[in-house]
């Protein structure tokens, strides 16, 4: 939700800085391009020795250390950010 809160701020803020040019779709585009470069290391395959269940004597601090982010978040965030910039940018417009 934070995400895209930011995004649509962003894209509100290109909006009212460029009125009546594409500033938004390109800012939407680069935010799904990087988001997908940002994805990468969440898609590639992991070391096999990981995963499963951690074990009971696991510190907090070895779990955040070998936490994963989801695959789904992953892929899903550039398109939730680059629909926040468009719905930004609309609100702007609309206003």
Known sequence: MLGLFSAAAGGWVCARIA???PA????????IVLGALMAVPAVM???PARGGARPADATMSDAMNHARQPT???LLNPLVGAAGVLLGAGLRRKG
């Open 45 to 47: 395959p992991t070391d």
């Open 72 to 74: 789904w978040v992953a």
């Open 19 to 21: 009125p009546g040019t």
């Open 24 to 31: 938004p779709q390109w800012l939407a585009a680069i935010v």
